[in-house]
């Protein structure tokens, strides 16, 4: 068939593009070390790369995620700890308080060094993050959770919650704590019920009771049995024989209906049971008509009409327990004081255990984070395999392709210009 010089030319022209984009293609893979340029090289291996580059990118984002929740928990931890300090600060506080040679302005500067450290302990817990989140007030970071009224009298604001942060595709993790659960609701006494001096009918309001009486924690023998007493309000009353000699104390415990809880009637002088200082107080069955699977002791000399109270136990915040513990030193002395301080001391190792507990919560989260961000890496260190795998070029073949393609656009070169130069004239 006959071929135009035209056709001929085009031929030669579009021979050397197609050698030359090839070429081109080829350089710009090895000048970015990727097999994939444009979704036409690998459909289904370009969609792939999407895919694991995205899964990729929120892996990426799960360990900015785990970073941040690190550093608040680290914030959170730091505040605990200071916290702990200051609470084994103000229990060697109380404790020296019951040193007997301490005078009444001895007890005055213990309290005003109490009140500096009550203080500190609200700036504590209205610590924020340095972004004006506060650690403390749950959900509502940006308020600030804890405000005084008058003096001891402490408000939250913040709410009940903790807020959260999504560290894995599977997990979100608490990077806070309610500071109504750190710092507010803390079971007074044992943790079950709460001992205190009662009062005496012949005292100054100033003075609950005569003798010299110091109540005991108490201890619970049957929590099962306590947890189903309906009556949890017991008072025991005491009675000093002195017509004989050595006096002979007796005392009763009365329940709310002011029915003796040994024989079931009011109490009648003499009390049916006789006191011996420190020995355990059982309301138990026997000899109690009724069990409430708890005991106490109480030890010293009390007078004829001092009462103890046994209640359940109830929330009673750190701030309430220093400023308790304030009052008594500035305004008590003698047994008052002791009994003050007594139960300062198992308040104050209440609010101890709960720091720790919550610190213990923080340490666990801590570690998991830990866990899910190793966790984060390897899976970071597969999808870097995947992609290699799916659009990493190979040097070697693409070097060899080179080769060739310039090999073969060299010959379509000289091939055009050997044809282009082609022309009968040259025979004439």
Same mark, same amino acid.
């Given at each position: 068939?006959?071929?135009?010089?035209?056709?001929?030319?085009?031929?030669?022209? #579009?021979?050397?593009? &197609?050698?030359?984009?090839?070429?081109?293609?080829?350089?710009?893979?090895?000048?970015? @070390?990727?097999?994939?340029?444009?979704?036409?090289?690998?459909?289904?291996?370009?969609?792939?790369?999407?895919?694991?580059? &995205?899964?990729?990118?929120?892996?990426?984002?799960?360990?900015?995620?785990?970073?941040?929740? !690190?550093?608040?928990? #680290?914030?959170?931890?730091? *505040?605990?700890?200071?916290?702990?300090?200051?609470?084994?600060?103000?229990?060697?506080?109380?404790?020296?308080?019951?040193?007997?040679?301490? $005078?009444?302005? =001895?007890?005055?500067?213990?309290?005003?060094?109490?009140?500096?450290?009550?203080?500190?302990?609200?700036?504590?817990?209205?610590?924020?993050?340095?972004?004006?989140?506060?650690?403390?007030?749950?959900? &509502?970071?940006?308020?600030?959770?804890?405000?005084?009224?008058?003096?001891?009298?402490?408000?939250?604001? @913040?709410?009940?919650?903790?807020?959260?942060?999504?560290?894995?595709?599977?997990?979100?993790?608490?990077?806070?704590?309610?500071?109504?659960?750190?710092?507010?609701?803390?079971?007074?006494?044992?943790?079950?019920?709460?001992?205190?001096?009662?009062?005496?009918?012949?005292?100054?309001?100033?003075?609950?009771?005569? #003798?010299?009486?110091?109540?005991?924690?108490?201890?619970?023998? $049957?929590?099962?049995?306590?947890?189903?007493?309906?009556?949890?309000? /017991?008072?025991?009353?005491?009675?000093?024989?002195?017509?004989?000699?050595?006096?002979?104390?007796?005392?009763?415990?009365?329940?709310? *209906? #002011?029915? *003796?809880?040994? !024989?079931?009637?009011?109490?009648?002088?003499?009390?049916? &049971?006789?006191?011996?200082?420190?020995?355990?107080?059982?309301?138990?069955?026997?000899?109690?008509?009724?069990?409430?699977?708890?005991?106490?002791?109480?030890?010293?000399?009390?007078?004829?009409?001092?009462?103890?109270?046994?209640?359940?136990?109830?929330?009673?915040?750190?701030?309430?327990? /220093?400023?308790?513990?304030?009052?008594? /030193?500035?305004?008590?002395?003698? !047994?008052?004081?002791? =009994?003050?301080?007594?139960?300062?001391?198992?308040?104050?190792?209440?609010?101890?255990?709960?720091?720790?507990?919550?610190?213990a919560s923080v340490g666990a989260r801590m570690k998991e984070i830990d866990s899910v961000k190793s966790a984060?890496?390897?899976?970071?260190?597969?999808?870097?395999?995947? /992609? *290699?795998?799916?659009?990493?070029?190979?040097?070697?073949?693409?070097?060899?392709?080179?080769?060739?393609?310039?090999?073969?656009?060299?010959?379509?070169?000289?091939?055009?210009?050997?044809?282009?130069?082609?022309?009968?004239? =040259?025979?004439?």
């Amino acid at each position: 068939m006959r071929i135009s010089t035209n056709t001929i030319y085009d031929l030669g022209v #579009g021979g050397m593009q &197609q050698q030359t984009s090839a070429l081109i293609k080829t350089q710009q893979q090895l000048a970015t @070390g990727r097999r994939i340029l444009t979704p036409q090289d690998d459909p289904v291996g370009a969609a792939r790369v999407l895919e694991v580059s &995205q899964s990729k990118s929120i892996n990426a984002q799960f360990d900015v995620n785990s970073n941040s929740a !690190t550093s608040a928990l #680290g914030l959170e931890e730091n *505040s605990l700890i200071s916290i702990g300090n200051l609470i084994q600060d103000a229990r060697t506080i109380a404790v020296n308080a019951g040193n007997p040679t301490l $005078d009444h302005n =001895n007890l005055v500067s213990l309290a005003a060094d109490l009140r500096g450290r009550y203080q500190e302990l609200l700036g504590l817990a209205n610590t924020n993050d340095g972004n004006g989140q506060y650690l403390f007030s749950g959900y &509502q970071g940006a308020t600030i959770p804890f405000a005084e009224s008058s003096p001891g009298a402490v408000q939250y604001k @913040g709410d009940e919650g903790q807020r959260l942060l999504q560290i894995s595709t599977s997990r979100q993790i608490a990077i806070s704590d309610s500071g109504s659960d750190v710092f507010m609701q803390i079971k007074n006494g044992n943790g079950t019920f709460v001992t205190a001096v009662g009062g005496n009918p012949g005292a100054p309001a100033t003075t609950p009771n005569l #003798g010299t009486g110091a109540v005991s924690a108490g201890t619970v023998l $049957d929590p099962a049995v306590w947890a189903v007493v309906a009556d949890k309000n /017991l008072e025991v009353v005491f009675n000093v024989d002195s017509t004989v000699i050595p006096p002979v104390t007796t005392y009763d415990v009365t329940d709310t *209906s #002011g029915n *003796s809880v040994f !024989t079931g009637v009011p109490p009648a002088i003499p009390y049916p &049971q006789t006191y011996t200082s420190g020995s355990a107080i059982s309301l138990r069955s026997p000899p109690a008509l009724t069990d409430y699977g708890v005991e106490l002791s109480i030890e010293g000399a009390p007078a004829t009409g001092d009462t103890f109270t046994v209640k359940a136990s109830t929330n009673e915040s750190i701030f309430t327990t /220093l400023n308790n513990l304030i009052i008594a /030193l500035e305004t008590t002395t003698g !047994t008052s004081l002791t =009994n003050s301080l007594n139960t300062a001391l198992t308040n104050l190792d209440n609010d101890l255990n709960k720091v720790l507990t919550v610190r213990a919560s923080v340490g666990a989260r801590m570690k998991e984070i830990d866990s899910v961000k190793s966790a984060g890496e390897d899976t970071a260190l597969q999808y870097d395999q995947t /992609l *290699s795998g799916l659009q990493d070029l190979d040097y070697a073949k693409a070097i060899s392709d080179l080769t060739m393609q310039q090999n073969g656009l060299e010959a379509a070169q000289k091939s055009f210009l050997k044809i282009q130069g082609l022309s009968l004239f =040259n025979y004439i």
